[in-house]
């Protein structure tokens, strides 16, 4: 399976959820972990999404526009 483009419109709320990670989990994860609620759009494919990332791939998304998955 291929990766695609997932270019983000409107972010409606980032929230850090490395603490809750930690609590299920029983370990830290490596970096902070956002849930990120946002309207994406996959090659004409528009949705309302909830995805976790990690720092460094929501830092990225917020720079160039879109994620890849």
């Known amino acids: 399976m291929n990766l695609l483009e997932h270019y983000v419109g409107k972010i409606y709320s980032v929230e850090d959820v490395t603490k809750e990670f930690e609590e299920k989990n ?6 902070k972990l956002y849930k990120v609620d946002m309207d994406i759009n996959c090659y004409g494919v528009k949705e309302r999404v909830k995805k976790c990332m990690f720092e460094k791939e929501y830092l990225f998304m917020k720079q160039n526009g879109y994620y890849m998955a």
């Open 26 to 31: 029983g370990h830290a994860p490596h970096e």
